[in-house]
């Protein structure tokens, strides 16, 4: 059992992704790595600290080899190495391991890009360098939102935005580059406001960032979030909400805007009535590797008026101006 656990990712699948630097989609091999997990977990809407185990160093290089031996890509892709936590972080994933993994991937010529994640805090020159093995590099921040009042507070990050905006100065400074991920509705947050929100994160992090990626807030077990959800105190966003914002941000900013729409249409996720979901899933998904907001022209549903109605509501209530 334990060979199954510790050997083995959490998951491992191959896709396609946005590469900017060619402007085209070309084949993406995201691997989840099971490490002890985040060390924070705090964050009232995360419930990775779940996927979570007591595996060696040993075991982490063993669950790349793992990923990279069972999907065989001789063609050119991209490298997404995801811990559920910190890449950067020692107590997860050491300096030696780093190094190691670095080597492993040198060998895979056809990487064109590597892609992993960390807090702030974690950031240094010296592990930047350790990952310098493929031709472009680019760190993920769970920014979440430039408000430093909301992430404090709603969702409890524990970092402030001049703690991102000096990680994101260390990257660009090492020749990488930056994706900012942004979440679209915390908790105490109302719909509107969550657009709004997001829409001017987008701006303000946009000087740092070349990818920014939209997270569309779903339920997790176990979670503050789960607790306020079952008690009827927060709704998942509407997915009108996530196009909505992805068009502004697209519109306004010189970035590639991606999203991962987990869990849409299902109650736990961001969803609209039911009838439209499956459709603007998938255009979020097609505008992902292509870019081109054309695709959610053709799409429109009669729960769009309910949607902007919620909008109406929420300027009366809050002060907002009504759109």
């Known amino acids: ?120 805090e974690f950031v240094t020159v010296d592990k930047l360098t350790d990952l310098n093995s493929v031709e472009h590099l680019e760190l993920a921040i769970g920014l979440e939102t430039a408000d430093d009042f909301i992430r404090l507070n709603y969702i409890k990050k524990g970092f402030s935005f001049d703690d991102y905006k000096t990680a994101a100065k260390i990257v660009t400074e090492c020749g990488a580059t930056v994706k900012t991920y942004l979440l679209l509705k ?50 998942t966003p509407w997915l009108w909400s996530a196009v909505e914002a992805i068009k502004k941000i697209k519109k306004n900013q010189e970035v590639v805007v991606m999203s991962d729409p987990v869990g849409a249409g299902h109650i736990r996720g961001p969803h609209n009535c039911g009838s439209c979901d499956s459709a603007l899933k998938n255009a979020i998904l097609d505008f992902n590797v292509t870019q081109d907001l054309s695709i959610f022209e053709c799409i429109d549903c009669e729960c769009k008026d309910v949607w902007a109605a919620l909008l109406r509501s929420d300027a009366i209530l809050f002060g907002a101006d009504p759109v």
């Open 186 to 235: 915390p908790p105490f947050v109302s719909e509107k406001r969550a657009i709004e929100d997001v829409i001017k994160s987008a701006e303000l992090v946009s000087q740092y960032s070349t990818t920014i990626s939209l997270n569309l807030c779903n339920v997790q077990k176990y979670t503050v979030l789960e607790d306020l959800w079952r008690k009827k105190y927060y709704r």
């Open 1 to 120: 059992m334990r060979l199954q656990k510790t050997k083995t990712p959490v998951a491992a699948w191959l896709g396609y992704d946005y590469f900017k630097e060619e402007r085209k989609a070309v084949k993406c091999l995201t691997v989840i790595l099971r490490t002890k997990g985040c060390y924070w977990r705090n964050c009232t809407m995360c419930g990775f600290w779940q996927e979570s185990a007591d595996v060696s160093q040993a075991d982490i290089l063993a669950q790349m080899e793992h990923s990279l031996r069972n999907s065989p890509l001789d063609e050119e892709f991209i490298l997404k190495i995801f811990t559920s936590g910190s890449f950067l972080d020692e107590r997860e994933i050491s300096g030696d391991t780093r190094r190691e993994i670095a080597r492993m991937l040198r060998k895979r010529t056809a990487i064109k890009k590597l892609i992993v994640e960390s807090r702030p």
